[in-house]
């Protein structure tokens, strides 16, 4: 199902969250709402699953008007960052509860959460508390017990914040096989660059309650619309007053008449990396990334007299 | 179904492994007491350490002196007269009258003081509005009153010539009852309420759960020990309530209360008579505090 969003305005007090925000998601897509905290996305978010109401504009799911229609009627799903389990109940009444509500009958109940919990890899603790999971298997509970309802869209929260980096990973790779599967119309908030690159097929930058820009995870690293969206999608350094990214900076060995003149200040291994510091004849401090291969070919040393250009 | 984890993922996921994941609920929790045991037989192996000796003694001795010995007193004066005159000084129709009227009307506070003092606590949690902090203090009022203040207090609204007339009726001692006991309630839920994570809640909306299902299926029960537990404070409250319900009761043998009718008992000397209804008291008080912990329980278990 679509997602629209028109010129959603959103006030807390004195402070704007949302300032007049539109917002247009494709059907069946993942789609990442994607910036810094205290941005506004959540906010995108919770006014799209009906938890908080716009002060003006219209949301719109599969081209129906939702704007005052409340979360329970909405018949989307909701991941909370910090799982919102209910502890009272196991793990099988958990993901049931959507199924419970809507006075489905017994068997279809057993069978579909059977086939959910199977689905997130938890079929083995149904009967388990949430309190006796780990973060990540109450998180794929969570999931589950969204997805129970048959949501029209699902809307996830920073459904990873609160986990470990490692879990992260596994979950977010899970995630993107998941939604392949079931293609449900799905919301990810994260303020985690990497994440929304790595997950999803488009991704909406959100800073300062408004959209700064939209496009595949692709086009916004390589073609970003400004310096924020630039700087917050990866890597920058300043070359010749203009931000650039540190592995499209060229070092030549030899004068060149289209590059900077500079020195190696200093080098550093990174893993697979080598992150050269250097600075140009006016004094700009700048940093360059280049593969390990590529700095031995060069015999880059600290000292040493290099030239610099961008590539492309 | 082809989503799958890698193995080291769901290796390091897996929490710590707790009890037995049986079928039915029932063998599960047979299984865990099993458990239990040893765990038990090593506690009380174990011996104590010298601080946690001292704090034991003292808590023992404390006890005693303040609580049991007090308690066994009563008892055993009640008894010294022996069995039959036991029963006869509880089964004289006042006493009986009295006792029903008293467990009556602290069953009746307690129902309604359990629901209050949850939409109270539920309000001042929940809700802003000007005066807040003023109904906070008001709320303790009923807690720093000496209770006979309390039933002078009662007296001027709903005595005679007050704005409601309820003196000398039964009514005007379950006014008396409610006031005293009002706080337990409200006192044990607020906290509970205020560490309660919206977001779950929330969750339940975004699932289809309209206002009414999300408070009865997922606040209502993580709030129900301390509902259970404010109320059998109050009911326990309301039985031995003396000072409040004095002045209102206007001294009529219908609208007595047992602690008073143990109190003519002792004027009169008939000191076994006295102890006698003070242990029929202390029983029901206990009862009713042990039936609220079981329910609790029950609750706790099957969720």
């Known amino acids: ?312 | 179904m082809t989503t799958t984890l890698d193995p080291t993922g769901a290796a390091t996921e897996v929490a710590a492994p707790v009890g037995v994941s049986g079928k039915g609920a029932r063998r599960g929790r047979a299984a865990r007491r099993r458990e239990r045991t040893p765990d038990v037989a090593d506690q009380q192996r174990r011996p104590l350490g010298v601080g946690s000796g001292t704090g034991l003694g003292v808590l023992v001795l404390f006890l005693s002196l303040v609580v049991l010995l007090p308690l066994a007193a009563v008892v055993l004066e009640a008894a010294g007269a022996g069995w039959g005159s036991f029963w006869d000084a509880i089964t004289t129709p006042q006493a009986v009258r009295s006792l029903v009227f008293t467990v009556t009307a602290s069953a009746i506070v307690t129902v309604v003081n359990a629901v209050m003092g949850t939409v109270i606590a539920w309000v001042l949690v929940r809700d802003e509005f000007p005066g807040k902090r003023l109904v906070e203090l008001v709320i303790d009022i009923p807690f720093a009153l000496p209770t006979i203040v309390a039933g002078l207090v009662v007296l001027a609204v709903y005595g005679r010539g007050g704005v409601v007339d309820l003196f000398a009726t039964r009514g005007g001692v379950v006014v008396a009852l409610l006031f005293v006991t009002l706080p337990f309630v409200v006192r044990a839920v607020q906290p509970v309420l205020i560490g309660l994570d919206r977001s779950r809640e929330q969750a339940a909306a975004t699932l289809g759960a309209r206002p009414s299902t999300v408070f009865r299926r997922i606040v209502l029960p993580p709030l129900f020990p301390a509902i259970a537990s404010g109320a059998a404070l109050a009911f326990a409250r309301a039985m031995g309530e003396y000072g409040s319900v004095l002045l209102i009761s206007g001294g009529l043998a219908k609208t007595q209360v047992s602690s008073m009718y143990a109190y003519g008992l002792y004027e009169a000397y008939d000191f076994p008579g006295a102890a006698a209804t003070a242990t029929v008291l202390l029983v029901v008080s206990l009862a009713v505090l042990i039936g609220f912990e079981l329910l609790q329980r029950r609750v706790a278990r099957r969720g």
């Open chain 1, 1 to 312: 199902m679509s997602i629209q969003a028109q010129g959603v305005t959103k006030r807390f007090g004195p402070f704007v969250a949302l300032d007049d925000v539109s917002l247009d998601v494709r059907p069946g897509g993942l789609t990442a709402l994607l910036g810094p905290s205290g941005g506004g996305k959540s906010t995108l978010l919770r006014v799209i699953g009906g938890l908080e109401t716009p002060d003006s504009g219209e949301v719109r799911i599969d081209g129906r008007d939702m704007t005052r229609v409340p979360a329970h009627e909405r018949g989307v799903g909701f991941v909370f960052q910090h799982y919102a389990a209910f502890e009272h109940l196991s793990v099988f009444r958990n993901v049931a509860f959507g199924l419970e509500i809507r006075k489905r009958p017994k068997d279809e109940i057993r069978r579909k959460v059977g086939e959910l919990l199977e689905l997130v890899h938890l079929e083995a603790f149904a009967d388990r508390r949430p309190a006796q999971l780990s973060g990540g298997q109450r998180q794929r509970m969570a999931l589950a017990r969204a997805l129970a309802a048959e949501p029209s869209v699902l809307l996830l929260d920073e459904p990873f914040g609160a986990l470990d980096t490692k879990v992260r990973r596994e979950l977010r790779a899970w995630l993107r096989r998941l939604h392949d599967e079931v293609q449900v119309t799905t919301v990810v908030v994260t303020h985690d660059q990497e994440e929304a690159l790595e997950v999803a097929d488009e991704v909406v930058v959100v800073n300062h309650g408004r959209v700064e820009q939209v496009g595949p995870p692709d086009e916004l690293y390589d073609k970003p619309a400004n310096d924020f969206v630039m700087e917050f999608l990866g890597p920058v350094t300043t070359l010749g007053g203009r931000l650039v990214r540190p592995h499209d900076v060229e070092i030549l060995t030899e004068r060149s008449a289209s590059a900077l003149p500079a020195r190696v200040a200093r080098l550093q291994r990174v893993g697979f990396d080598v992150r050269a510091d250097v600075t140009t004849s006016e004094g700009e401090a700048a940093w360059v990334q280049l593969t390990r291969a590529h700095a031995d070919a060069l015999a880059l040393a600290e000292g040493a007299d290099v030239w610099l250009r961008t590539r492309g």
